[in-house]
């Protein structure tokens, strides 16, 4: 893929391409409608994105766009320099703010772009309670957006840092063009109508999950080298993909790009093993051939060759950071999947690979399930957490099986492709 990045006519497009990843941002992340509100969240590095985002807003009739930067070097100076109590704070009343503007009808969109490494040297103990601090304080507006009360979604920009994890061997300006440009191919604004080629996308997502649906299955099989799962899934589970209606009545695409198609398990009812097919890049740190062993829904052996003991951790995060929130299916001839790149981003390596997500479920994925207590989600099977962590399982060698509600297998995927 390399010739693409040679070409002389790239240089002069890309104001051109990133105009039309924020006009997809717009449109079909969010769907924004005229009125509506937007809080946007973003790494500073994104601003040229973020401007781009703001003035497509703008036409698209929004009142008010907000935007909230991030800065690293900001949260390296807390880690070297920061005194110990402060580990275990957070600011709720920015997240507090957040879910009022989400009450009050806003948009919220994410630009991510990560250092993955950012924290790699940091002392475990404090990024743990940083992290577990944050999704604390966050979850008044977190339930929010996992609830799909709003319209929502998240696109990437390609900044320097992240872009230099990927292509470790270019210098950081060939990186971060390399970077863009994967991001600009896996976000369809290459082709000469990206409205549209989203259109077309999304209807095949759908008539995927319309399949599913009707199907029912009891549960997922899953066979491959080092890998002999049954995923069991939710009472009322509901396959998503693609682009879905907010409670708010708002049609949007929660992430920009999105290969999968995905619903909940049964958080009781996972058993067998399972093995990562993909490293999987967590705060920092890399946890690669990660072997689990479940039964009755619950992980009760985890080994990995590399990062064990952030993995361990992260399992004792909280009594449903052993179980399954989600389990989602990716063809490996995805366009992510076939570049062939680790983007230590979940937003890309997620849409590589079929995958399963520890911890926390969503309740869209259930019918009904928006309008439902925890005790009610819970009784249907629905996991309760507060993370929610993908991992790849899938690859060309990995095949799945539907098992229907009568117990009778049918072949779901051969060699990582759909069979019809
Ligand atoms: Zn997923
Ligand atoms: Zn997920």
Known sequence: MNEQFRNPSDAASHAERLDRLAEVAVRVGLGLKPG???????????????????????KAGASLVTTLFSDEEATLMRFRHGRDEGFDAASAWLYEGMAAAFKNGAARLAVVGENPSLLAKEDPEKVSRANRARSKAYMPA?????????????????????AKAVFPGDPEDVAVSKLWHAIFSASRVDAPDPIAAWEKHNANLQARTRMLNEKNYAALH??????????????????????????????CNANIPTEEVFTTPHKDRVDGYVTSTKPLSYNGTLIEDIQVTFEGG???NAKARTGEAVLNKVLDTDEGSRRLGE??????????????????????????SSHIALGQAYSKCIRGGGGMSEEELASHGANKSLIHIDWMIGSDKVDVDGITQDGTPEPLMRGGEWVA
């Open 298 to 300: 619950r992980i009760v």
């Open 36 to 58: 509506q509100e937007l809080v946007m969240t973003a790494p500073l590095d994104a601003v040229p994105l973020v401007r781009r985002i703001t003035e497509h807003a703008y």
């Open 142 to 162: 977190l339930n929010m957006i996992a609830g799909f009360d709003v319209n929502w979604t998240i696109v990437s920009a390609a900044t320097p840092a992240w």
């Open 327 to 352: 389990v989602a299916l990716v063809p490996f001839s995805s366009p992510i999947s076939q570049s062939g790149l680790l983007f230590f981003n979940t937003l890309f390596d997620e849409n590589a």
């Open 222 to 251: 899953f066979q491959g080298p080092g890998t002999d799962l049954r995923v069991g899934l939710a009472e009322a589970h509901e396959w998503n993909g693609g682009s879905a209606k907010a409670k708010n009545g708002v049609v």
